[in-house]
């Protein structure tokens, strides 16, 4: 691991309501964890090489707790569409082309390297059913640097017939990617990914269920995105309380294994209590919501309640694999929560979107996503000089107004993880 010191102006958060701004200091990293953020450099360090970016933007890496790579390849289409008419004419039929390794090869090729390119240092990853093409992806991403889970998708009814699986061929192939990808890298990962419950049948979600506890392995999945998704999950599992009982009575919700779960936009407080009893993490997607129609979630009560929460890009039902441009929409659709559905409902501050694209979403991975004594060391360098502005700004509006100007991709001068410079 790498051992350095990074020197310039350094912005990160230590909960959802502090946000701090250290200008021209020292952020400490030995052996890939951090040691801390000092003004004046501690003589114990004073043998560490130094990456002086002085004047720069210094932060955490970002995480992105929900992203679809076979999706990437069509982002940007299909906006006027509803979920599920989303996903029969969208995602589906793009889906199916990862049978085809030399498509897969092309396409991931792409997704890896606009990942790479990004200020993502972690990423929660949705493949598809086909375990070849899953650990191609995996790969790719290993290359990149990051950190990331992958996930093979199971999907065994009301689908299209090329991009289902027989009920035990499923999970027998799911355990086959586990096999043969646990341990095979240093920062690429196996993950569970029942698709969303109507595409699993109880055989698959059960298979599962014991593979989470067999392995030890994280699960990833939908939850209460669509008002007719939540209709048809109540209509398939009659015997289920709510949409995420369905997923709770077979251990796919928190109680085996660390568990996300993306939207959460019409959680209903009993799932609610549920999420937080089990320690469920909720990937929001705020472009996604608002892309294909679903609608937004009420952020501000899962924060205010203790939940774990992050921020998802949602490839392609979000238009972008930028994190800083999904805590810009974050921010804008909780002030049109607070203005529109719920006057009781604060909206988001900047604090509390830049705890959840790094240490809110960062906790999924364990120590993330901050520069206090401990976490693992995750940053990006910011060059807002390229953003110009006539006035003198303080710390804090500069690395506000470097996220809503795309700083990430107009800007950005370094990145590293786990100590490693990847970029």
């Not at 997704?111 to 990853?125: G, K, P």
């Not at 709770?248 to 799932?271: N, P, Q, W």
Request: proline content about 4%.
């Amino acid at each position: 691991m790498n051992s350095f010191i990074i020197r310039g102006d350094i912005v990160y958060t230590t909960d959802k309501d502090t946000r701090v701004t250290s200008p021209d200091s020292y952020v400490v990293c030995k052996n890939g964890i951090c040691r801390g953020v000092f003004e004046k450099l501690p003589d114990e360090y004073s043998d560490l090489p130094v990456h002086d970016y002085s004047g720069l933007l210094v932060m955490p890496g970002m995480v992105d707790l929900h992203i679809h790579a076979p999706q990437f390849a069509y982002r940007g289409l299909g906006m006027d569409m509803e979920l599920l008419d989303w996903l029969e004419n969208y995602a589906f039929k793009e889906e199916k082309k990862y049978r085809d390794l030399e498509y897969a090869d092309r396409a991931y090729d792409m997704f890896a390297e606009a990942i790479r390119l990004s200020a993502t240092t972690r990423a929660v990853i949705f493949g598809t059913i086909y375990r070849q093409s899953n650990e191609l992806l995996m790969e790719k991403m290993e290359r990149t640097g990051i950190v990331s889970y992958v996930g093979k998708v199971n999907m065994d009814r009301n689908a299209p017939d090329i991009i289902t699986e027989n009920s035990e061929r499923s999970v027998a192939s799911t355990e086959r990617f586990i096999d043969h990808t646990s341990g095979r890298y240093q920062n690429t990962y196996p993950i569970l990914t029942p698709r969303f419950v109507p595409s699993c049948s109880d055989t698959v979600l059960k298979g599962l269920g014991e593979l989470a506890e067999r392995y030890n392995i994280p699960i990833q999945s939908h939850l209460s995105e669509n008002p007719d998704e939540i209709t048809w999950v109540s209509e398939l599992c009659p015997d289920a309380a709510f949409y995420g009982d369905a997923y709770d009575r077979y251990g796919l919700f928190g109680s085996i294994s660390k568990t996300v779960m993306a939207h959460c936009v019409y959680s209903t407080d009993e799932e609610i209590a549920l999420m937080k009893e089990r320690g469920v993490y909720i990937a929001h997607c705020p472009a996604s919501n608002m892309n294909v129609a679903s609608g937004i979630a009420p952020v501000r009560r899962y924060l205010d309640g203790g939940l774990h929460i992050g921020l998802g890009t949602d490839i392609a039902g979000g238009q972008t694999e930028s994190v800083f441009t999904s805590m810009v929409e974050a921010l804008q659709v909780s002030r049109l929560y607070w203005r529109i559905v719920d006057p009781g409902c604060k909206p988001l501050s900047f604090s509390e979107a830049l705890y959840m694209a790094t240490k809110g979403g960062g906790d999924f991975f364990g120590k993330v996503g901050s520069f206090e004594p401990g976490y693992e060391f995750d940053a990006i360098v910011i060059d807002d000089s390229q953003l110009p502005h006539p006035q003198v700004l303080d710390l804090a509006q500069r690395s506000e107004r470097a996220v809503y100007l795309n700083g990430d991709i107009k800007a950005m001068t370094a990145k590293y993880c786990r100590g490693n410079r990847i970029l």
